[in-house]
């Protein structure tokens, strides 16, 4: 992202003919929409192309996953010693403690874990604007900077179905259905303003997704029995044991009729689909997929 963020002269011309030329980006940023290069163009132009204020502001915004990983807990009714264990506890999960500094998958954790607050506090006060706000922030931040935060769209949408069929509540349909509006608006807006079309952008980075995975069985096996055990052996062994024998903390770890369990479920079922349908290729999950791991400490 840096490589291309440094080659920006015009920030407006050069997004009004992002969709023209995605094809030619890098490897790694061809898949993604362009602002996660103008990110890094952004700090690094008020910075004065400064290398360590870059990589010390990417280390601040995935270090405040930790803060909201503990502000989680407390609205779980951990109490705050507890809470602060939690918030150790994860930024030493192995995934975040190696992917997150100077990454912007670790921007995305924080924005992923702001989602996953917003979500818990609508499902225990209803729809209050903290909630609303925490949610629609991290959902529609996170998809500006990358594709795959789709996947908490599909988690909001298995957490409102369950909440209005089980529980007869609306607050995650109607923060839904906000987040949805204000991205529709951005959409329209980014198109008419600035040049850049974010839905064009998504089917161009799909079309580079490889054809032929079904194709070579063997391939499509192992990398699917990649991905998964990169995914869990990076959550620690620790933590792996403790999920294997839930008896051990009498938790319920698939347990439907429980509140917060069913949202760690809905947090892991659209990545499983993912990987059930060809997704992730590369055996990258561990990073790519680092806004999920802390559905894991619910």
């Not at 949805?180 to 799909?206: E, N, R, W």
Request: charged residues 10%.
């Amino acid at each position: 992202y840096y490589h291309e963020a440094i080659k920006v002269t015009d920030w407006r011309e050069w997004l009004s003919t992002f969709n023209d030329n995605q094809t030619h980006l890098l490897k790694h940023t061809r898949p993604h929409p362009p602002f996660a290069i103008l990110i890094h163009y952004f700090i690094v132009k008020i910075s004065c192309n400064s290398l360590p204020v870059l990589a010390g502001s990417f280390v601040l915004m995935a270090s405040s996953a930790m803060i909201v990983i503990l502000k989680i807990m407390r609205e779980l009714g951990v109490s705050k010693q507890q809470a602060f264990q939690f918030a150790l506890l994860f930024s030493v999960v192995p995934a975040y403690n190696i992917y997150s500094a100077v990454s912007l998958d670790g921007v995305i954790v924080s924005l992923g874990a702001i989602f996953l607050l917003g979500t818990i506090m609508l499902m225990k006060r209803g729809a209050t604007i903290p909630g609303i706000i925490l949610f629609v922030f991290g959902i529609v931040i996170a998809n500006l900077l990358t594709f795959l935060a789709l996947f908490m769209i599909a988690t909001a949408c298995l957490v409102a179905l369950r909440e209005l069929i089980v529980n007869k509540r609306k607050a995650v349909l109607l923060s839904l259905l906000v987040c949805l509006s204000v991205m529709l608006f951005l959409q329209i807006a980014m198109k008419h303003l600035l040049g850049y079309d974010h839905v064009l952008a998504f089917i161009t980075a799909s079309g580079l997704e490889p054809k032929s995975v079904f194709s070579y069985p063997v391939r499509y096996v192992m990398t699917r029995l990649e991905n998964i055990v990169m995914l869990v052996i990076f959550l620690s062994f620790g933590i792996i044991a403790v999920l294997v024998r839930p008896s051990y903390l009498k938790s319920k770890l698939f347990d439907l009729s429980d509140d917060f369990n069913s949202l760690f479920l809905a947090g892991i079922a659209p990545v499983l689909l993912f990987f059930l349908i060809g997704g992730l290729y590369t055996g990258e999950g561990a990073r790519i997929l680092l806004f999920v791991y802390p559905f894991f400490l619910l």
